[in-house]
């Protein structure tokens, strides 16, 4: 491969992975650096690229009235990767796109290797890149490794954030007492490859339900080491343990509440709390408990969640954890093409920008990838417009954060795509005979007509000649 004309990725997660194809189907040859089997991480299990460490769910795919269905819309419409081999990967998760983890990483990692214009290099980048390399695209993510990452605070002058992802258990589907749980989705909503019935839901009455916090809260956690103490949790991915301490009732308003879900199994009985467990690869062999990330020491999880009903005799594939995760001061750091303005050959993508999500990194390397391209073969650079999900995610990412308000300066924090980044409609809606809408139904209006104009805005992007493959 001619070196001139090279742009190097770091990093082979779905960020890197992501940006390594748009680069490639652009016509652009890539070098994709993947440090694992090199150098391992204490989250990933195989060498496959873009593997999936923590949930199987890119969340909902409603193209209407979700946020990330929004992204998910988008993506397919810009080519991604990540999302082809999602959907040919796909597994019944309600109104969520799910996939087989280890399906959809032999996907991506098979696309990448058998592309021409894509060289596989298994190796740590340790340190800055060599100056030679004029064009690169640092994707290596929550996990990075530490000599990269010292090496860019020691080139930005700045100190890295960083907050905790955790991973939530795997049950082998066969030992569930499925006399005590049953099949549902949450208001039996029906989604890509799904049924209404595509949870294991397991539930608990008032005193189950005391007696597991009780249970939890006494548990055994795994020790923070030093730095890690002093690190902040992500409100997203936040540990059972840690929402119960903030009081008994925490859960049954989180991953364990019970609405919209009936048992058939005593119908006339409502449940006080309900554990659900989400399909976990395609044969249905294995669930995953949802929201259940938890840093308690692994025969406590054994102990703690065979008091569940349902999961008394539960055999896990795997057990939770908790790893590291660490992100840029990205609104000081990068421009609004994700370069590091301290040394602008160095593009940046994925959660180490400060987003939060599979689908949300993959969706800032979908970017970076595009904007590198163009570079690289002399193209203007078009951004995204402001309305489309792309656009709202760099935008997060790249400013609005470094202001001073009242109580002091504003930090900047790791985010999910959602309605609330998107610039608020001109006009609000109104009903087909004209009238207002009420309170719900206005919401949902709103979500419907932001979502219709970010999917228009991004077809007329992507037409655009600057945007042409």
């Given at each position: 491969m001619t070196e001139q004309r090279v742009v190097h990725v770091i990093g082979g997660g779905l960020a890197g992975s992501e940006a390594a194809w748009q680069l490639a189907t652009r016509g652009v040859p890539v070098v994709l650096h993947e440090m694992r089997p090199v150098r391992t991480t204490e989250a990933h299990h195989t060498q496959a690229l873009a593997e999936l460490v923590c949930s199987n769910s890119f969340r909902s795919d409603d193209p209407k009235g979700n946020a990330v269905g929004?992204?998910?819309?988008?993506?397919?419409?810009?080519?991604?990767?990540?999302?082809?081999?999602?959907?040919?990967?796909?597994?019944?998760?309600?109104?969520?796109?799910?996939?087989?983890?280890?399906?959809?990483?032999?996907?991506?990692?098979?696309?990448l290797e058998s592309h021409p214009l894509v060289e596989i290099r298994r190796e740590e980048i340790a340190g800055l890149p060599p100056s030679e390399w004029d064009k690169v695209i640092i994707a290596t993510g929550p996990l990075t490794s530490p000599a990269l990452a010292q090496s860019v605070l020691e080139l930005t002058g700045e100190t890295a954030l960083a907050f905790f992802d955790a991973i939530a258990p795997i049950v082998h589907f066969?030992?569930?007492?499925?006399?005590?749980?049953?099949?549902?989705?949450?208001?039996?909503?029906?989604?890509?490859?799904?049924?209404?019935?595509?949870?294991?839901?397991?539930?608990?009455?008032?005193?189950?339900?005391?007696?597991?916090?009780?249970?939890?809260?006494?548990?055994?956690?795994?020790?923070?080491?030093?730095?890690?103490?002093?690190?902040?949790y992500f409100d997203g991915c936040l540990l059972i343990e840690v929402?119960?301490?903030?009081?008994?009732?925490?859960?049954?308003?989180?991953?364990?509440?019970?609405?919209?879900?009936?048992?058939?199994?005593?119908?006339?009985?409502?449940?006080?709390?309900?554990?659900?467990?989400?399909?976990?690869?395609?044969?249905?062999?294995?669930?995953?408990?949802?929201?259940?990330?938890?840093?308690?020491?692994?025969?406590?999880?054994?102990?703690?969640?065979?008091?569940?009903?349902?999961?008394?005799?539960?055999?896990?594939?795997?057990?939770g954890g908790l790893h590291r995760n660490t992100y840029l001061n990205s609104p000081r750091l990068l421009d609004g093409t994700l370069r590091l303005k301290a040394d602008p050959r160095l593009r940046f993508a994925g959660q180490i920008t400060g987003c939060e999500g599979y689908v949300e990194s993959a969706a800032v390397g979908l970017l970076a990838g595009r904007f590198a391209a163009a570079e690289r073969r002399g193209e203007e650079l078009s951004l995204p417009p402001l309305t489309t999900a792309h656009g709202a995610l760099l935008a997060h990412i790249t400013g609005g954060h470094i202001e001073t308000i009242d109580s002091g300066p504003r930090s900047f924090q790791p985010m999910n795509i959602n309605f609330g980044l998107f610039p608020p409609l001109e006009i609000n809606p109104k009903g087909e005979d004209g009238k207002r809408l009420r309170s719900t139904e206005k919401t949902l209006a709103k979500k419907h007509a932001i979502a219709a104009r970010a999917l228009a805005d991004l077809d007329a992007w992507l037409d655009s000649p600057a945007e042409a493959a």
């Open positions: 929004v992204l998910h819309a988008e993506m397919r419409r810009a080519g991604s990767l990540i999302l082809q081999c999602a959907d040919a990967n796909q597994v019944p998760a309600g109104g969520a796109l799910a996939v087989d983890r280890v399906g959809f990483a032999e996907a991506v990692t098979a696309a066969d030992s569930i007492d499925m006399s005590k749980a049953w099949f549902q989705s949450r208001y039996d909503k029906v989604g890509p490859g799904g049924t209404g019935a595509d949870y294991i839901n397991c539930p608990l009455d008032k005193d189950q339900y005391e007696a597991f916090i009780d249970a939890l809260l006494a548990g055994e956690k795994a020790p923070l080491r030093d730095f890690e103490a002093k690190t902040p929402m119960a301490e903030r009081g008994r009732e925490t859960l049954r308003f989180g991953p364990m509440k019970p609405v919209g879900l009936t048992n058939p199994n005593a119908p006339d009985v409502k449940a006080h709390a309900i554990i659900q467990l989400r399909q976990d690869n395609k044969l249905g062999t294995l669930y995953n408990m949802v929201g259940f990330q938890t840093k308690l020491k692994h025969g406590e999880q054994v102990r703690v969640f065979r008091t569940i009903p349902g999961l008394e005799n539960a055999e896990f594939a795997r057990l």
